[in-house]
């Protein structure tokens, strides 16, 4: 099983996203590091992986309208594929 931490508190450009994820899950070199790409990569994914989010409205704050576009990304990914579980930090505020 492969386990992404993304964290608010580390995450700074979206850019960093998309070397989170290429690095992780090993994408191949002509992954677009944009965000269809990234859904499209989840999507197919065969290995069961698991996607902390933590901090997810920091990171919605740094990224904006990205963040938030990830964000609902991710859940959208969960429900196509089975192999993808997302973990939400519930956050107090």
């Known amino acids: ?3 992404i931490f993304l964290d608010g508190l ?3 450009t979206i850019a960093d996203v998309h070397a989170l994820f290429s690095q992780t ?10 965000l269809d790409a990234l859904f ?3 999507t197919e994914i065969s290995q069961d992986t698991v ?3 933590r901090h997810p409205s920091l990171l919605e704050l740094k990224l904006g309208q990205r ?9 959208r990914a969960e429900e196509e594929n089975p192999h993808i579980a ?3 930090e519930k956050e107090l505020f």
């Not at 963040?67 to 859940?75: E, I, K, M, Q």
């Open 10 to 12: 580390e995450i700074e």
């Open 51 to 53: 996607i902390q989010l």
């Open 67 to 75: 963040g938030r576009a990830l964000t609902a990304l991710l859940r």
């Open 86 to 88: 997302l973990a939400e």
């Open 1 to 3: 099983m492969t386990e």
């Open 40 to 42: 499209d990569c989840l």
């Open 25 to 34: 899950l090993e994408l191949p070199s002509c992954y677009g590091k944009n």
